[in-house]
Every structure is written in C-alpha cells, then in structure tokens.
C-alpha cells in the first residue's frame, strides 16, 4: 500500500491558518500579559509573607500546578456557567491561561526574589526606603531578569497547552487543523504542517521574549 | 439520565484514576528507558548522535501533546497500523516524557563538576567507565528530586489523551458530565483526583529536593 | 635517555598561542618546579603531558609512550602519568579508600582484596590509614588533597603531575601536603609540579623551569636562578613574590 502525501491542498486553507495562528498568538499575548502580573503579585506576597494572601497564592499554587490545564479549562467553561456565570469560549480561554501561567510564574519569580543577596535590602533598608519601594526599586528587576529564561520557557509551554483550547471550540490555530482536516480528509499532513507551525511559533516566541527582556528589564545581565 | 447518584459518579471517576494511572506509569517507565537512551546519545562522542538526540528533544518540547497525538494517531493508520487510543496515547506520552526525562538527566550529568571527568581520565578511565563509577552515581542523586518532580507532568499530560479518545479520568468526566448535567461538581471531581495523584509526588520531590541541599552527597 | 620528553610543544586557545615551541626533558627521579605568572602557560603545559589538553603541534613522550597532536586513546599514556590537582576533586560518593582503589580495580583488573591492599598502603604512606572509610567531606583540605595524591600513587605511575596542588589550601594546612611530596621526592619519584611555594620548589626542585608567554625562558638549577636571574623578566618575577 502506497499513500501519495498532499501537502499542496493545505494552501487552500491558508486564510484559516493564519487565523488561526493569530488567535494563539492573541491568546498567548494576553495570557502572558496578565499572568506575569499575577506572578509578580503572587511572588511578591509570597516571598514576603503578606498575610493572608501568602496563604492564598499558596493554596492557588498548588491547586494549579496539580491539575491540568485541560481540567482547568473544561471547569471554567463547563462548571462556572452552572453557578450562572455566563462566559464564552475566548474568555474561558484566557482565564485558564492567566490562571495557570500566573501560578507557575508565582514559583518562578519568587525564586529570584529569594536569590537577592541580602546586603541588597539592608542597603535599601539603611537608605530608608518603604518595603513597598524597595520591592519596585531595587528587588524586583534583578529577580525577574534572573528567571526571565525560565519564565520565557512557561511562556512556551502554555503556548504549546492552549491548542488543547480547541476542545471548548475556541478557534485557534489546533480548532483550524481539526476543521481543515474534516474537510480535505488529509489528517496527517494537516496535523504534521500544524506541528511544524507550532514549533516556529514556539521558537519566535522564546526569541522575542529573551529579546524583549533585555530591552524592558532594566539594568545589566549578570 | 438524571437518575445517577454521587456516589456512581464517584464510582465511575475511580475507574477513570485507574486509567489514568495505569497510562502514567506506563509512560513513566517506558518514557525512562527511552530517556535514558537519549541521555547517553546527547553526550554521546559522535557528533551525529548527539545533534539527532537534540533535535529529538527540541521537537517534542516545541510542539503541543496534542499535535503529537494526532500525528501519531492519523500518521500510524497511513502506514496500515489501527493503534487503539490506549496504545496511541501511551506511545504517545512514552515520546513526549523521554524527551523531557534526558533533557532533565543531561542538565545533571552537566552539573557534575568538571574536575571529577578530569580526575577519572587522569586516572585512565575510559569514557564508559568514567560514566558508570564516576559521573553517573553523583548524577543520579542529583536526577531524583527533579525526576520525580517531571512525574508530576506525566500525570497532567495524560488528561490531554481523552482528546484522542482514551477515556480515563478527564474522559470519564467529560461524559458524566454530560450525562449529569452537573459540570461543576463533576470537574471538581476529576481535578480532585488528579490533585490526590499529583500533590504527594510535588511534596515529594521539593522534600528530596531540601535534603539534597541540606546532607552531604553519598 | 629523559623519563619525559617534550618536542616542538604548541597549543593554542582560539587565538591565543599558549604554548610556543616547548622543549623539555625530565630524567627518571628528578623534580621538576615549573614556576611563572599566570597565563604563562605553565598549567597548560602540565596538563597535555596527560593529555587534558590537546596540542597542535609537537611530541611528547613518557617512559616510551609516544603521544602525537590530536591523539585520542590515551589509556596507556595515562596509566604512566599520575596526576593531582588544584582542587583535590576527589570523588565525593566514595570514601577515601573507595577513591584509592577504583583505578587499580577498574583499569588495570586487580583483584578486589590486592586493590584494597594497595589503598590502605597508599593512605599510610601519606599518614591517613585511619580515614581509609572517612568520605571526602568529613576530611579537611590537607586531608583530601593527601587521599588524592595517594589515589595517584595507587596506580605507580612513573611521574607524577602536581598542579598547583597547595594553592586552595588555608595557610595552616599547606606544610602537611608538602612534607608529603618531600617524601616522595626524598623516594625517588619523579615530580613535575605547577608551584607558587617558591621556598618549597628551591628546597625540593632539581629543576626549575621558568615560563613566560608560552616558551621556558629560562631554566637550571633553583639556586643558579634564584640568586642570579640571567633574564629581567625571571629578576622582576623574583622580585615580585618576595
């Protein structure tokens, strides 16, 4: 048996594609976004034992980080509109994806909070600078660029889990796949040229990141 | 379809995390073995090996779970192979957790000091016996923490095999959920059991973790 | 004819040459104290005579074991070639005794009861028999640094390799990893060693070889070059460490 592989019946559906890859783009963007502020809040009361909310980012964090994405995602938009909360596909979406980068990013950033030297405060401390100034000024910058790679890594991975966002039909770039693959009966190649579109997006994605923190983070790499 | 009780959606969950665990450690074991095999390619001597076992590693972790289970799952009925969703989803998940599990080992051997491959060659080892009475046993307790914190993404990763059809704890919910109508117990459910799975390997590994710093290294 | 013997010796990092043309002999039983700043390529020298580093250019020989550039196999070159380093790197799964004893088991196939033999006299000649079971992180600097020597010692090798082998020591521990190789110098062992005790390499040197910017630039016997440096440099490196 011999299967003549057609690549050349995706470009029909290359409108689609695109779209499709913009939407995970969208989604990402603004899952990052969100979720590294959260992160940061999260990081930020953790590290420096703000009750309650230690407590709260503490419970948060593990609750995500043991269940997953998919689970996540399917309880949002499935089980929030049976306590009468309307949401649809994209905000389900982006509420999975904040919640679940914001949680990793929590443990991440405060990891690098946790590394700044402790002359680095008293310094600040002998200066008279507030907790709160010293957070902004002086801890929070070196902290992030010091778990930038490994933020940018998650960044990545969530990326990657947001094709599962098909499954509530969110029509991102995976929901672009499943379609073309149920019209033109070429699931292999759709899925194998699908793959491939994933893959340089992760890629992009990784490089624009390390870039774009050299830029917005201040001050030097160490 | 109103008539199933708790208690049978409780029930037919359990069957789901036997699924589930059956599928983790499936991919867990097997998953090892291959990343082993990896581990050994990627600082392997010939130079082919090593860029092969790269590529290997930055394919399965630059690309969705999903796409490689649709890949395999479609790709293997091209070459006349009908995989049942369970086989799909366990090879599907052996790739993606060798990949993952030699990337994690490599860093290891990696953070073994340079000096210890210095010390054995000046002591006429050769690579596989530098290896295997020098490196490997200092890697190995570096490896566990990290291990068996990975184990924790095997776990969540086979959610994403319902979508294939395997039906385990997220499959099962999906369909008791339908059938209940109940949507925000039932997925409060399946994430309680996929927490009951993980939670104890997160505790775990941080607890192997905290030694690993805090004792000495034999 | 030389137990040693170095030809042509040269090695470059990217474009830095390293190693100009070095020629060395070192006669069975004799010791050699190579001194000079850093980045004279002195380390590097000792280093290729194991081959941890390879060169480009050159030959070097020991005990009849030719060793060309680029070579590879170098198992039986190495089983000549003793070495200890800067940095003890003792194997810290293993105990002392364990350290002693994995090369004479696992390169050269002794029996486990002779390996061990071998190891318990090796750690009493460097006076540690008592810490043959201690594992390297409940031993001070001095102590690992004389389990390595003794791990070298175990697998007799012809010349022994010292690379800066008391410069991570606290001060007060330094005189105990000396009056070790003093022994074995007093032994007969021949020493090629990267030293900045300069009072340790006149009182123990046969040789002293005195290295700047990648060639020997001068060499002889230490008190001929402590007491009447020929070149500037040797007189302005002499100057400087006193």
Not at chain 2, 121 to 141: C, G, N, T, W
Not at chain 2, 204 to 215: D, K, N, P, Q
Not at chain 3, 210 to 218: D, L, N, V
Request: hydrophobic share 50%; charged share 15%; glycine share 8%.
């Amino acid at each position: 048996m011999t299967y003549a592989f057609d690549f050349a019946s995706l470009l029909e559906y290359r409108d689609i594609l695109l779209a499709g890859t913009l939407r995970t783009l969208a989604l990402t963007a603004i899952g990052t976004f969100f979720g590294l502020a959260l992160g940061v809040l999260g990081a930020a009361s953790r590290a420096w034992q703000l009750a309650p909310w230690n407590r709260v980012f503490a419970v948060y964090v593990e609750l995500i980080r043991n269940t997953p994405f998919l689970v996540q995602l399917f309880f949002i938009f499935f089980g929030l509109p049976s306590l009468g909360v309307s949401i649809n596909e994209w905000q389900a979406s982006i509420l999975a994806m904040v919640i679940n980068l914001g949680a990793y990013s929590t443990e991440i950033i405060r990891a690098g909070i946790e590394a700044t030297p402790r002359g680095q405060i008293e310094a600040a401390e002998s200066l008279a600078m507030t907790r709160r100034q010293i957070f902004l000024r002086v801890v929070l910058a070196p902290a992030l660029r010091k778990v930038w790679p490994a933020i940018c890594s998650q960044v990545v991975i969530v990326m990657l889990g947001s094709s599962v966002c098909s499954q509530i039909a969110a029509e991102e770039l995976t929901f672009a796949a499943n379609f073309i693959q149920s019209r033109n009966f070429r699931a292999f190649e759709t899925y194998f040229v699908v793959t491939g579109m994933y893959f340089l997006l992760a890629l992009a994605i990784r490089q624009l990141m390390l870039r774009a923190g050299d830029r917005l983070i201040g001050g030097r790499r160490t | 379809m109103n008539d199933i009780s708790t208690w049978d959606v409780v029930r037919n969950l359990l069957d789901g995390v036997l699924w589930t665990l059956g599928l983790s450690l499936t991919a867990f074991v097997l998953g090892g073995l291959t990343g082993l095999a990896l581990l050994f390619a990627r600082i392997a001597s010939t130079a082919w090996l090593r860029k092969l076992a790269k590529a290997y590693i930055e394919v399965f972790q630059g690309t969705p779970l999903l796409m490689q289970l649709f890949i395999i799952f479609f790709g293997s009925s091209l070459i006349g192979l009908e995989l049942s969703p369970w086989l799909a989803a366990a090879l599907g998940l052996t790739l993606f957790t060798s990949a993952y599990l030699g990337e994690i080992w490599r860093g290891c051997v990696e953070s073994v000091p340079k000096g210890q491959w210095e010390a054995s060659a000046s002591l006429a080892l050769s690579h596989f016996e530098q290896m295997r009475y020098v490196i490997l046993p200092q890697a190995l307790k570096i490896a566990i923490a990290p291990t068996v914190g990975f184990s924790v993404q095997v776990v969540k990763g086979t959610a994403v095999t319902s979508i294939i059809g395997f039906v385990e704890l997220t499959k099962t919910g999906s369909m008791l959920a339908n059938a209940t109508y109940q949507p925000f117990l039932v997925f409060g459910l399946v994430a309680l059991g996929y927490f009951a799975l993980c939670y104890p390997l997160s505790v775990f590994s941080r607890r192997l973790e905290r030694s690993a710093h805090g004792t000495r290294a034999h | 004819m030389a137990l040693v013997r170095i030809d042509g010796l040269h090695k470059h990092f990217g474009s830095n040459h390293v190693l100009k043309g070095i020629n060395l002999k070192v006669e069975r039983g004799e010791v050699v104290a190579l001194i000079g700043r850093s980045g004279s390529g002195k380390s590097t020298l000792l280093r290729s005579i194991n081959g941890l580093e390879r060169f480009e250019d050159g030959l070097i020989e020991v005990d009849g074991e030719r060793l060309h550039a680029g070579q590879t196999n170098l198992r039986d070159l190495r089983q000549k070639v003793g070495m200890v380093f800067q940095q003890f790197n003792l194997f810290p799964h293993l105990s002392a005794g364990q350290n002693v004893m994995l090369a004479p088991e696992v390169v050269k196939k002794l029996p486990k009861a002779e390996c061990e033999s071998i190891a318990r006299a090796m750690l009493a000649k460097v006076g540690l028999a008592e810490k043959f079971d201690a594992y390297p992180d409940q031993l001070s600097g001095g102590q690992q640094q004389r389990v390595a020597i003794a791990r070298a010692l175990a697998m007799q090798p012809q010349v022994l390799l010292c690379d800066e082998i008391t410069s991570a020591l606290d001060p007060e521990l330094v005189s105990e990893v000396l009056a070790v190789v003093k022994t074995l110098a007093a032994e007969g062992m021949t020493l090629v060693m990267v030293t900045h005790e300069m009072r340790f390499a006149r009182e123990v040197g046969d040789t002293l070889v005195f290295m700047h910017e990648g060639r020997i630039h001068e060499s002889g016997a230490p008190d001929t070059l402590f007491t009447r440096p020929r070149t500037p440099e040797l007189a302005n490196f002499i100057g400087s460490i006193h």
